[in-house]
């Protein structure tokens, strides 16, 4: 835009300069002339309108006065070439044209003496009515010192007195925007004072110089001093089109009531128009009566009219700076103005004790560099004064150090005020900087305790899709991810979840969406691909701009699940066992009553042979029932033990031959059997179970060959073993170890291995009570057995039992000798009706008396009636109303010599704790054949001392 109007400026320089070379002051030379001076003068009233639209505040009316003034130029303008073209005489003395000249420097008077405290865009009726009052004072002094003067001489004179008096105001105008640039200093309007004092300096010099060319000579228009007015209003035109308005608005001066001198400055005509006015109209003649009369009753009523608006805003002025002084002198913030030379001549009592002085009147008066501490302050002294010459104000944070030596920590506000000066606004900032030490000591000791409780905290967007926005370190230990790469793919975490327990985490998100807090167990692949169980719990917070969020924890129960999968595993097998002691005792009764049966049947003479071979069927189906029956007890950890201190070396050498023999040509079997191994305690026939049922599952694991190695070692089983293996007690063990490197295991698979009936073999080579045979009696006596295995890498069970400092008896030889009949009585004790007739038809087969009883009841009222000698209490241990055992208690407290002989299929540790035999106690394990039974009869009437019943 500047680089057009200068392009304008100088075309219209050249093409008048063109009209004045080529035509002169000729008629059409003096049209042309004219012609382009109004066209410049148009271009510059249009620059001021245009700068008017881009203003605000006090500049928006100073370019319409401005803009008015010079369009008022061009108007006077144009009649003035009506007469000098158009009926080729300059306009006569007294014509309306020379008053239209002269009254331009109406609207210039009136654009410097704006009212510059209210800086308003508007003219308001203040401003109309000076307005008035300086077109009547210009009226007046150009019809007294020129029109009637004029009137009265020839034409030389009159237009000299005309030059002097236009000179005059000119210079006037000049002086008076002189004085408003000076006084204005720090205002933002003071570069349209500058402005105009040029333009009018220029046009009272080219005014000068064309008028002194008229008095010497008439000079038409079309010359050279042509441009004595023509450069004057072009530099308006350029200074109007350059002008830019203040972005900020410029600050905003404190309220306070004006001197009379500032009055009587900013409002000259409100002070001296009536004075003028009087004076004009006194040297008017009578023949003006009218007219004098008239102007000066007008100018009084506007100065009435003014002076009652003036003492109105004053009054006002005054009740708002009184207001302000009330409103700073009560604030919190401390507050304090200061003049040109830097002393305080105004602080509020927040500001003095700020800086450490209960008195505010001994600051007034005072440099600041007298009252602030020199270190306080020589580090943004440049600061402060650099910041405030560039944009005229300043904001920072400092520490005030009180006399007392008190340090005061601050956030001061330094604003230059309009009319010099500055305003210092400072505030408190001690409870900001405590609050603030606080949340970073309490961001501390969360972030300290967020980063070393065993647990992931993290933060992310609501959904299960939402970006996680903070995740603690520990995620890279529980789940082997770093933060940062974990956040990079949290939109994706579903996908490492499980996908049976998606459906759980969709579960909790819903609920979270309802209010409720997230909570979820899930499993996890960690980075590793091993997959860990976490338990994820969330709540549903507000975050920045009320956008939610979910902050949680997620922690690792991988090893609570095991506890859990084991507990489980083990009460599940307790019930088994307590089902299949329950089914054993009805089972082992008619396992008795079939056995015994058969038995009596094979030895009887003259059977058929085929009817032999049927009953020998039928007795090898009972054997094979009972075998199944003691599986179940085995497992069930229910059948009656008679435990010894074992080596465990020498039954695994003993059956070395035998399980070698099992062994298939393909299958290659290693003994390790170490040095000085410990003692356990056992029963010898039940750990000869369990190694050779491991070691058949452990061939029948390798249908295609391989290696099988058996080995036993001294074991410590520690704390740490614990860990991984919750039931375990510390301590001295000796481990049984059974390796194969056959087909393996899945995880899956090893959770059922120990469960009854469950089986990986083909249908009808395995019943499926092998592992968990194996696992009820290790078990029972006290120990643990773990498996290791992994698909296609073979399998090992390792038997751990505990560590006895006992020795190991010598076995003793049994002679066999032969059962003879007996004479002595016997008391029968059993419920079972069909047990009870085959013992009383065995019993008396073997010659003994025998007293039978259904009933415990029963047996103690045969015992108080029988008149003889009653030998041996033979009864059933778990009976209805009273068991065995208390039954016998109460025979042998009346007998002692009595012996007891019990016999059950299921103790349910009434002779038994945990299936060990008690000492001293006699037991036949159901069921028994008649041989068995005649035989365990004659041991325990043949035995040396009589046998405790406890």
Not at 576 to 589: E, K, Q, S, T, Y
């Given at each position: 835009m500047p680089r057009k109007l200068v392009i304008v400026a100088f075309a219209l320089v050249f093409l008048h300069a063109c009209v004045i070379v080529m035509l002169g002051p000729s008629s059409s030379g003096s049209l042309l002339a004219n012609s382009i001076e109004i066209s410049i003068c148009a271009f510059a009233a249009a620059m001021c309108i245009r700068a008017s639209r881009r203003a605000q505040g006090l500049s928006r009316p100073f370019w319409l006065l401005v803009g008015a003034g010079v369009a008022m130029w061009g108007i006077a303008n144009l009649g003035w070439m009506y007469y000098e073209v158009g009926l080729g005489i300059e306009p006569p003395t007294g014509s309306l044209v020379r008053f239209l000249f002269a009254s331009q420097a109406i609207f210039f008077a009136m654009a410097l003496l704006l009212d510059q405290g209210r800086d308003?865009?508007?003219?308001?009726?203040?401003?109309?009515?000076?307005?008035?009052?300086?077109?009547?004072?210009?009226?007046?002094?150009?019809?007294?010192?020129?029109?009637?003067?004029?009137?009265?001489?020839?034409?030389?004179?009159?237009?000299?007195?005309?030059?002097?008096?236009?000179?005059?105001?000119?210079?006037?105008?000049?002086?008076?925007?002189?004085?408003?640039?000076?006084?204005?200093?720090?205002?933002?309007?003071?570069?349209?004072?500058?402005?105009?004092?040029?333009?009018?300096?220029?046009?009272?010099?080219?005014?000068?110089?064309?008028?002194?060319?008229?008095?010497?000579?008439?000079?038409?228009?079309?010359?050279?001093?042509?441009?004595?007015?023509?450069?004057p209003l072009l530099f308006a035109a350029l200074w109007a089109g350059t002008w830019k308005s203040s972005e900020a608005p410029a600050p905003m001066a404190l309220p306070r009531q004006r001197t009379i001198?500032?009055?009587?400055?900013?409002?000259?005509?409100?002070?001296?128009?009536?004075?003028?006015?009087?004076?004009?109209?006194?040297?008017?003649?009578?023949?003006?009566?009218?007219?004098?009369?008239?102007?000066?009753?007008?100018?009084?009523?506007?100065?009435?009219?003014?002076?009652?608006?003036?003492?109105?805003?004053?009054?006002?002025?005054?009740?708002?700076?009184?207001?302000?002084?009330?409103?700073?002198?009560?604030?919190?913030?401390?507050?304090?103005?200061?003049?040109?030379?830097?002393?305080?001549?105004?602080?509020?009592?927040?500001?003095?004790?700020?800086?450490?002085?209960?008195?505010?009147?001994?600051?007034?008066?005072?440099?600041?560099?007298?009252?602030?501490?020199?270190?306080?302050?020589?580090?943004?002294?440049?600061?402060?004064?650099?910041?405030?010459?560039?944009?005229?104000?300043?904001?920072?944070?400092?520490?005030?150090?009180?006399?007392?030596?008190?340090?005061?920590?601050?956030?001061?506000?330094?604003?230059?005020?309009?009319?010099?000066?500055?305003?210092?606004?400072?505030?408190?900032?001690?409870?900001?900087?405590?609050?603030?030490?606080?949340?970073?000591?309490?961001?501390?000791?969360?972030?300290?305790?967020?980063?070393?409780?065993?647990?992931i905290s993290y933060v992310a967007e609501l959904g299960v899709n939402g970006q996680w926005l903070y995740v603690s370190p520990q995620v890279e230990t529980i789940l082997g991810y770093a933060p940062d790469e974990w956040l990079a793919k949290s939109r994706e975490w579903l996908k490492l979840v499980s996908a049976e327990d998606h459906a759980t985490v969709e579960a909790a998100e819903e609920a979270s969406k309802r209010g409720e807090p997230f909570q979820a167990e899930y499993r996890i692949t960690r980075k590793d691909g091993k997959i860990a169980w976490v338990s994820d719990t969330a709540v549903v917070v507000p975050g920045s701009d009320l956008h939610p969020v979910m902050e949680g924890i997620i922690v690792d129960i991988t090893e609570r699940k095991q506890l859990e999968i084991q507990?489980?595993?083990?009460?599940?097998?307790?019930?088994?066992?307590?089902?299949?002691?329950?089914?054993?005792?009805?089972?082992?009764?008619?396992?008795?009553?079939?056995?015994?049966?058969?038995?009596?049947?094979?030895?009887?003479?003259?059977?058929?042979?085929?009817?032999?071979?049927?009953?020998?069927?039928?007795?090898?189906?009972?054997?094979?029932?009972?075998?199944?029956?003691?599986?179940?007890?085995?497992?069930?950890?229910?059948?009656?033990?008679?435990?010894?201190?074992?080596?465990?070396?020498?039954?695994?050498?003993?059956?070395d031959k035998l399980m070698r023999r099992l062994m298939s040509e393909d299958i290659a079997m290693i003994t390790r059997c170490a040095e000085k191994l410990g003692t356990v305690k056992a029963d010898p026939g039940q750990i000869e179970q369990v190694i050779m049922n491991l070691v058949?599952?452990?061939?029948?694991?390798?249908?295609?060959?391989?290696?099988?190695?058996?080995?036993?070692?001294?074991?410590?089983?520690?704390?740490?073993?614990?860990?991984?293996?919750?039931?375990?007690?510390?301590?001295?063990?000796?481990?049984?170890?059974?390796?194969?490197?056959?087909?393996?295991?899945?995880?899956?698979?090893?959770?059922?291995?120990?469960?009854p009936f469950y089986t990986t073999k083909a249908s009808g080579r395995g019943t499926g009570l092998g592992l968990s045979t194996v696992y009820g009696i290790v078990k029972q006596s006290g120990g643990y057995i773990w498996v290791y295995s992994e698909p296609r890498h073979g399998s090992t069970f390792k038997v751990y039992l505990p560590r006895i400092e006992e020795t190991v008896e010598a076995p003793k030889r049994r002679e066999k000798r032969a059962t003879r009949k007996g004479t002595e009585t016997i008391l029968l004790v059993e419920d079972e009706e069909a047990v009870r007739d085959l013992a009383q038809l065995l019993l008396e087969g073997e010659g003994y008396s025998v007293l039978v009883a259904e009933t415990a009841a029963r047996a103690e009222e045969l015992c108080a009636t029988h008149a003889g000698k009653i030998h041996l209490l033979l009864t059933d241990v778990v009976m209805p109303r009273m068991s065995g055992r208390e039954l016998a208690r109460r025979i042998t407290a009346q007998s002692p010599k009595t012996r007891v002989l019990y016999m059950s299929g299921y103790t349910d540790n009434v002779i038994a704790h945990d299936g060990m035999l008690e000492p001293g106690i006699a037991f036949l394990q159901k069921p028994f054949t008649p041989a068995a039974l005649a035989q365990k009869i004659r041991d325990v009437l043949e035995a040396p001392a009589a046998v405790k019943p406890s």
């Open positions: 308003s865009s508007r003219l308001d009726l203040e401003s109309l009515l000076d307005f008035t009052q300086l077109t009547i004072v210009f009226f007046l002094i150009y019809l007294g010192l020129y029109y009637l003067p004029a009137l009265r001489a020839d034409q030389h004179t009159a237009m000299i007195r005309e030059i002097w008096v236009e000179i005059g105001e000119d210079i006037a105008l000049l002086v008076l925007a002189l004085v408003q640039f000076a006084r204005n200093r720090a205002s933002p309007n003071r570069s349209l004072y500058a402005g105009l004092a040029i333009y009018l300096a220029a046009y009272t010099t080219g005014a000068g110089i064309s008028d002194y060319q008229q008095t010497i000579r008439e000079a038409p228009t079309g010359t050279w001093f042509d441009f004595s007015w023509t450069l001198g500032e009055m009587l400055l900013t409002n000259t005509m409100f002070a001296l128009a009536p004075l003028v006015v009087l004076l004009q109209v006194a040297q008017l003649g009578t023949g003006w009566r009218f007219l004098r009369f008239s102007l000066l009753g007008i100018s009084i009523l506007c100065f009435a009219a003014r002076l009652a608006l003036s003492e109105s805003h004053e009054a006002k002025s005054a009740e708002s700076v009184r207001r302000h002084a009330l409103a700073m002198d009560s604030a919190v913030d401390g507050m304090a103005i200061l003049d040109d030379t830097g002393k305080y001549i105004y602080v509020n009592s927040a500001f003095a004790r700020m800086m450490g002085y209960e008195n505010l009147q001994f600051l007034l008066g005072k440099p600041w560099n007298e009252v602030a501490n020199a270190r306080d302050v020589e580090s943004v002294v440049p600061e402060i004064r650099d910041s405030l010459g560039r944009r005229g104000r300043w904001f920072g944070s400092m520490t005030l150090h009180h006399p007392s030596g008190t340090a005061l920590p601050v956030e001061m506000a330094i604003t230059a005020l309009p009319d010099g000066g500055t305003v210092c606004v400072g505030r408190d900032i001690s409870d900001r900087r405590r609050a603030e030490a606080a949340r970073i000591e309490a961001e501390f000791k969360y972030r300290t305790f967020v980063e070393q409780v065993a647990a507990l489980q595993r083990s009460q599940r097998m307790e019930a088994v066992g307590r089902l299949a002691g329950g089914v054993a005792h009805d089972f082992n009764n008619l396992l008795t009553v079939i056995k015994g049966y058969t038995e009596l049947a094979l030895n009887r003479s003259g059977v058929l042979p085929a009817v032999t071979a049927d009953i020998q069927q039928i007795d090898h189906a009972a054997e094979r029932a009972s075998a199944l029956v003691r599986q179940l007890l085995a497992f069930g950890r229910k059948q009656v033990l008679q435990p010894k201190p074992l080596d465990l070396n020498t039954i695994v050498m003993s059956l058949v599952n452990a061939r029948d694991a390798m249908p295609s060959g391989g290696r099988l190695t058996i080995e036993t070692s001294n074991a410590e089983l520690d704390a740490n073993y614990g860990l991984d293996h919750a039931t375990v007690r510390p301590g001295c063990y000796v481990m049984l170890a059974v390796s194969d490197t056959g087909t393996g295991m899945d995880t899956e698979t090893q959770a059922h291995i120990f469960e």
